[in-house]
């Protein structure tokens, strides 16, 4: 079956530790997301990539840090800078049209999702 | 900039109907989505109406449009407890460009009684 996983589902962080969230897909998506869940929040872009070897900040990229060197995976690393992590963590991907393409109704798949928290 | 707004809170009786009210800022919105969560899930999309539309219907959920006053609603028709979720309102910005970047609202916990 196709589709897109996360790992691990949930995870501890310690005072001063960087912590990497896995996100693998196997829909042959071009483009693939980064949210960070609040509970009362709506969902806020960390991260997003269009394609492989490039990626783009969202609207809180400010302690956090991605690649993208498969096509595949698009992990997340949670570093010591950022002082607020835990948080419900949301991996997303989609087909993407490209340059010039009308806009098209490119719909996001989701992961399950980590919960990331501070010990 | 872009903003889309719900109501945090919705409790109905199991068999009746459910209304769930979005609005959003950005007239130049193209696609706008309804996606339900379920607790520790993802996000699974329910439905999406292109902007140029003010109804779609899919069994037993009913999408309103109103783009004049930015409103977007989610009817769900004689609601089960199965219904019992976040559901979370998204627009696809103009401005977004073909990146697929989604604006979330905060998300509407349905809670429903039996």
């Known amino acids: 079956d196709g589709g897109i996983t996360q790992s691990p589902k949930y995870l501890f962080r310690k005072e001063g530790q960087n912590v990497t969230l896995s996100c693998e897909q196997n829909l042959n998506h071009d483009a693939m997301y980064w949210y960070r869940q609040d509970p009362g929040q709506g969902l806020r872009l960390i991260y997003y990539?269009?394609?492989?070897?490039?990626?783009q900040k969202g609207d809180i990229a400010e302690g956090y840090s991605v690649s993208r060197e498969k096509k595949e995976s698009f992990p997340l690393t949670v570093t010591s800078a950022q002082k607020n992590p835990t948080a419900f963590y949301l991996c997303?991907?989609?087909?993407?049209?490209?340059?010039?393409?009308?806009?098209?109704?490119?719909?996001?798949?989701f992961g399950s999702g980590t919960q990331l928290s501070v010990l | 900039g872009e903003d889309v707004e719900q109501s945090l809170f919705l409790s109905v009786r199991e068999g009746d109907s459910s209304v769930i009210n979005c609005t959003y800022t950005d007239s130049s919105s193209t696609y706008l989505y309804w996606y339900k969560q379920e607790p520790g899930a993802g996000l699974q999309l329910l439905t999406y109406?292109?902007?140029?539309?003010d109804m779609k219907q899919d069994q037993r959920l009913t999408v309103l449009l109103n783009k004049k006053d930015k409103h977007l609603s989610l009817r769900i028709a004689d609601t089960q407890t199965g219904d019992s979720a976040i559901y979370f309102c998204a627009e696809t910005p103009l401005g977004a460009g073909n990146t697929g970047k989604l604006i979330f609202g905060q998300g509407t916990t349905l809670q429903v009684k039996p």
């Open positions: 109406i292109f902007s140029n539309m």
């Open positions: 990539s269009q394609i492989v070897n490039d990626f």
């Open positions: 997303a991907s989609s087909r993407s049209p490209g340059q010039g393409a009308p806009i098209t109704n490119e719909k996001l798949f």
